[in-house]
């Protein structure tokens, strides 16, 4: 896979993908990870990347000759093996929520491009001509896209293959199957007094894997009840939940 980083900030992005698990997957070659400052984009010669909005008011806008430079010297670049076409990603909170089933769509491509906008709005012509995508991490206001579009590309880089040496480990992840994660404990058996639960010292792995689900079903009903809509349970957990919600309604 290659992901180009369309940003004013590339500096920001060298701790994130130099380390750990992405710096890993870069080094082995499953990803191809650069950054593109589309300052270099732009047509004036204060090599000025914004301006001021089209009918007043406040704030700037990011101009499109700079976005649609950059976005199209990437496409370029990567071009001419005729693969699968690109998929143009704009990070902004107007954006469809990111979620790891919008992960896995993602790690099935061979291109990503990141538009990462800083303070500022977009001409409306980049979403409407040059995006295939808008995507949002959540309902809260940061200063740019940098930091979303690094959590993207941390959540879909992990799902490739040969990138987690354990290639069941994203499998157990929280959302894998539709559930949060069941409580992990290790040694000691005894700490401050507190003692792991006796199941998990048993032995017993048909029991073990037992608890592990029935936990993992209440944590969800407890914290993020709205999972469970969309979460793979059989018809005896259907059940369990029903009777758990009865029990209450009764309370
Ligand atoms: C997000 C977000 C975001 C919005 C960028 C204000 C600078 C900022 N982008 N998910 N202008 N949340 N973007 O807050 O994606």
């Not at 499953?30 to 704030?59: A, C, M, Q, W």
Request: proline share 5%.
């Amino acid at each position: 896979m290659r992901i180009d980083v369309l940003t004013l900030f590339p500096e920001m992005f060298d701790g994130v993908f130099g380390s750990s698990i992405l710096g890993k997957a870069r080094e082995r070659g499953i990803v191809e990870l650069s950054t593109l400052n589309f300052r270099e984009f732009s047509t004036n010669k204060h090599h000025t990347v914004d301006d001021t909005p089209y009918g007043g008011g406040g704030g700037m806008v990011l101009k499109p000759e700079p976005i649609f430079g950059a976005v199209e010297h990437v496409l370029e670049r990567a071009g001419g093996e005729g693969g699968k076409p690109a998929r143009v990603i704009l990070m902004c909170p107007q954006g469809e929520t990111f979620t790891q089933r919008k992960a896995e769509e993602l790690a099935r491509e061979s291109h990503l491009v990141f538009i990462c906008g800083h303070y500022e709005g977009y001409d409306e012509r980049i979403r409407e001509f040059l995006v295939t995508d808008e995507l949002s991490i959540g309902d809260y206001v940061l200063t740019g896209g940098e930091l979303p579009s690094m959590a993207v590309i941390d959540a879909v880089v992990r799902l490739l293959p040969g990138v987690l040496g354990n290639e069941n480990s994203a499998l157990a992840d929280s959302f894998q199957d539709g559930l949060l994660e069941y409580p992990h404990y290790t040694r000691p058996p005894e700490f401050r007094g507190w003692a792991v639960p006796d199941v998990l010292l048993s032995g017993n792995h048909a029991e073990i894997a037992k608890w592990r689900r029935r936990q993992s079903l209440e944590r969800t009903f407890v914290r993020r009840p709205d999972l469970l809509e969309r979460a793979e349970l059989t018809a005896a957990e259907r059940k369990w939940l029903e009777e758990k919600r009865a029990e209450l309604e009764f309370e």
